[in-house]
């Protein structure tokens, strides 16, 4: 799934996307419901720590397909995955 077809799932345009990006970028956070939890990437202030798996060489072959494509990190795709993982068996 593309970027703008995300963007369709969640009624939302990359326009808006862009717009809320620039203003967490400066730090303004005035928009966000910070009273529940809502699953996604994480915040800067998050510590992250790494994971590791043993995957093939074909689904790495089209993580990088897909990445290129995409203009995401293997990073990236890896969290989208999960997050969207997480949300469907919610």
Do not use: W
Request: aromatic share 6%.
């Amino acid at each position: 799934m593309n970027d703008k077809e995300l963007c369709e799932v969640f009624g939302t345009t990359l326009e808006d996307v862009e717009h809320e990006v620039a203003k967490v970028e400066a730090g303004d956070y005035s928009s966000f419901d910070f009273s529940r939890v809502i699953m996604g990437s994480p915040m800067r202030e998050e510590r992250l720590r790494m994971i590791s798996a043993p995957i093939g060489e074909s689904r790495i072959a089209a993580i990088k397909r897909v990445t290129s494509e995409q203009g995401i990190s293997r990073a990236e795709f890896v969290r989208r995955a999960i997050d969207h993982e997480l949300m469907a068996m919610s």
